[in-house]
Nanobody, 123 residues
Framework: VQLQASGGGVVQPGGSLRVSCAAS????????VGWFRQAPGKEREIVVG???????YYADSVKGRFTISKDSAKNTVHLQMNNLKSEDTAVYYC??????????????????WGQGTLVTVSS
């Protein structure tokens, strides 16, 4: 599985941005897909995940602001980010877990990663 992330950029606090991740093959209904982020000096953390079953997990810090969606025909997952805050500044990565691990929030559960896209929230 190859993943290509896109859509990062600079946005002011309170603004919106959408990042996308295109996969080289069919992933939905087969694998778990996750969005992670890593800020400078911090560990990589889960943002949102969508399991192969379709259920989703959102980190508390983004609930009500971020929404994951998928375009199955294009094997693409989108992350819509609204009401962005400075603490959302990070490199955002998409990842795929082909083993359907229980630990959806753990980076080690994922075996394929995109290259990352930088999101900067700044005035």
């Amino acid at each position: 599985v190859q993943l290509q992330a896109s859509g990062g950029g600079v946005v002011q606090p309170g603004g919106s941005l959408r990042v996308s991740c295109a996969a080289s093959g069919r992933i939905f209904g087969r694998y778990t897909v996750g969005w992670f982020r890593q800020a400078p000096g911090k560990e990589r953390e889960i943002v949102v995940g969508i399991r192969w079953s379709g259920s989703t997990y959102y980190a508390d810090s983004v609930k009500g602001r971020f929404t994951i969606s998928k375009d199955s025909a294009k094997n693409t997952v989108h992350l819509q980010m609204n009401n962005l805050k400075s603490e959302d500044t990070a490199v955002y990565y998409c990842a795929v877990d082909t083993h359907r691990s229980v630990a959806i929030t753990t980076p080690a559960s994922y075996d394929f990663w995109g290259q990352g896209t930088l999101v900067t929230v700044s005035s």
